[in-house]
Nanobody, 123 residues
Framework: QLQLVESGGGLVQPGGSLRLSCAAS????????IGWFRQAPGKEREGVLC????????NYIDSVKGQFTLSRDNAKNTVYLQMNSLKPEDTAVYYC????????????????WGQGTQVTVSS
């Protein structure tokens, strides 16, 4: 069974950092693009960043450019979302999702999803 598990969320003060992890079990991440999405209360789920099977990143939200970065460790079957200079508007549940090979900001194109991890940015 293909499974993705996010971890690393929590409460952080504005300006702080968090690193989220997306670990895969039951399959190898090698041929998959991994997208990170977030959903804030009362808002629709939105694409944040994605990393393709070859390691190329795509950014879907201008406000996180230079603030969030992605990396993948295929040996550990894990993708990391490094979030720096966090702002209250970054508060959301963050999800990772997998699709074959190529990135997309369209959540409907991703078949496999994690359960989400809460990120709260507040003083």
């Amino acid at each position: 069974q293909l499974q993705l598990v996010e971890s690393g969320g929590g409460l952080v003060q504005p300006g702080g950092s968090l690193r989220l992890s997306c670990a895969a079990s039951g399959f190898s991440l090698n041929p998959y693009a991994i997208g990170w999405f977030r959903q804030a209360p009362g808002k629709e789920r939105e694409g944040v960043l994605c990393i393709s099977h070859s390691g190329r990143s795509a950014n879907y939200i201008d406000s996180v450019k230079g603030q969030f970065t992605l990396s993948r460790d295929n040996a550990k079957n894990t993708v990391y979302l490094q979030m720096n200079s966090l702002k209250p508007e970054d508060t959301a549940v963050y999800y990772c999702a997998a699709r074959e090979f190529f990135c997309s900001g369209d959540a409907s194109l991703f078949r496999n999803w994690g359960q989400g991890t809460q990120v709260t940015v507040s003083s």
